[in-house]
C-alpha cells in the first residue's frame, strides 16, 4: 500500500496578485503552519551561504544580484533608517587579546547598557566562555561561570563577528539584514518578520530573538538606539553603530579594563587593529565556514 497519505501536502508557490505586498503581519499569521513543514522536513531549514538561487533564463543565479553593488556592499533602497550612514571610507574591525581578558564580563554590562538590551531578555550581545588552560573547547565552555579572574581558566569573549561573508544576509528572506559598507552588519527591526532564519545561518549563535518587549529602566534607556521596534524581532551586536560613526568607539572597548579589546578602522594603516593585524599572529573563529569574521584574537 501506498504510504502517500503519511506525507505532507505542499501545495504548489502561487503568485501574489499585483499590487500585492509581502507583510510581516501576513507572514507571521502563517509561521504556524510554516513551522509544521520544517518539522515535517518539506521545506529545507537551512538556507546555504553559499547555494545559488535557482534563476530563470537570463538571469544571474547570485541570490543577491539585486541587492548587491559591483563593490560587494549592499545596496537597499527604501530602508528604515535607524542610525546615521557610513560617515566615510572606514571598514571597522576588532582585535581581542585572549591572554589579557580576565573575565570579568565589564564588556558584557557595558554592552547591555548601551545597546538597550531588555534586562529580562535571556540573553546579552557579548558572552564570556571560560575554558580549562591549554584547551580549545568552545562546546563546552562556561558562559554561566561565577566570576572570572581564575588563573587555571582562561576567556573567550565572542558576539556577531560582523562577518564580510555574512549567511545572515543571505538567508534573509526579506532582506531586513544587509552588511554596510563600512563592515557593519544592520537588521531593520521595521522589516524583520520574525522568521528566525539568520539565526539558523548565522554559525556564531550571534543573533537572539527577542521574546519580550524590551524592559530597560527608564533612567537608563539610550536614547541613540531603538528600543519599542526591538518586541517579536532579532536583535545582535552592531558594532556600536550609533557610536562608532559618530567618532568613538565601542561600549565593550572602552569598559575593558585591561584594555583586552581593540577597535578601529582597517582602512587606516596607522590604526591600532591595523598595527596588531600586521605584527602579530592572529586567528579568527570558524574561517573554513569561509564567513570572514572582522573579529581577531590575538594571545
Known amino acids: 500500500m501506498s504510504d502517500d497519505t503519511t506525507r505532507p501536502r505542499v501545495e504548489p508557490p502561487r503568485e ?18 510554516t513551522a509544521g513543514l520544517f518539522m515535517a522536513g518539506a ?13 530563470a533564463e537570463g538571469e544571474t543565479d547570485d541570490p543577491l544580484a539585486h541587492i548587491t553593488k559591483g563593490d560587494g556592499s549592499i545596496n537597499y533602497p ?31 554590562y557595558a554592552c547591555v547598557k548601551e ?30 561561570y561565577a566570576e572570572g579572574g581564575r588563573p587555571d581558566k582562561w576567556y573567550l569573549p565572542v558576539q556577531c563577528m560582523q562577518c564580510a561573508e555574512a549567511p545572515c544576509v543571505y538567508g534573509c528572506p526579506v532582506k531586513a539584514t544587509w552588511r554596510d559598507p563600512d563592515g557593519i552588519v544592520v537588521i531593520d527591526y521595521d522589516k524583520c518578520i520574525a522568521c528566525r532564519n539568520c539565526m539558523v545561518t548565522c554559525p556564531y549563535g550571534a543573533r537572539y530573538f527577542n521574546w519580550l518587549e524590551p524592559h530597560v529602566p527608564e533612567a537608563e534607556v539610550n536614547p541613540e ?10 536583535e545582535k551586536c552592531t558594532f556600536c553603530i550609533q557610536r562608532t560613526r559618530n567618532g568613538q568607539t565601542t561600549a565593550c572597548t572602552e569598559a575593558c579594563p585591561v584594555g583586552a579589546r581593540t577597535f578601529g578602522d582597517l582602512n587606516d594603516p ?28 590575538v594571545g
Open 16 to 33: 501574489l496578485p499585483a499590487g500585492c505586498t509581502f507583510s510581516r503581519r501576513g507572514f507571521l499569521e502563517t509561521v504556524g503552519a
Open 115 to 144: 545597546n538597550n538590551i531588555g534586562r529580562d531578555a535571556g540573553f546579552t550581545y557579548i558572552k564570556v566562555l571560560e575554558m580549562e588552560q591549554g584547551l580549545v573547547d568552545i562546546e563546552h565552555a562556561k558562559a554561566d
Open 78 to 108: 527604501g530602508k528604515t533608517v535607524h542610525y546615521a550612514d557610513p560617515p566615510g571610507d572606514q571598514k571597522w574591525a576588532m582585535v581581542i587579546d585572549v591572554k589579557a581578558c580576565i573575565g570579568c564580563r565589564r564588556c558584557v
Open 43 to 55: 521545506v529545507p531549514a537551512f538556507v546555504s551561504a553559499t547555494a545559488p538561487a535557482i534563476a
Open 225 to 234: 538606539v531603538p528600543l519599542e521596534e526591538k518586541h517579536g524581532v532579532v
Open 270 to 297: 596607522d590604526s591600532a587593529v591595523s598595527t596588531l593585524l600586521k605584527t602579530r599572529r592572529v586567528w579568527r573563529l570558524k574561517e573554513e565556514y569561509g564567513t570572514k569574521p572582522m573579529i581577531w584574537y
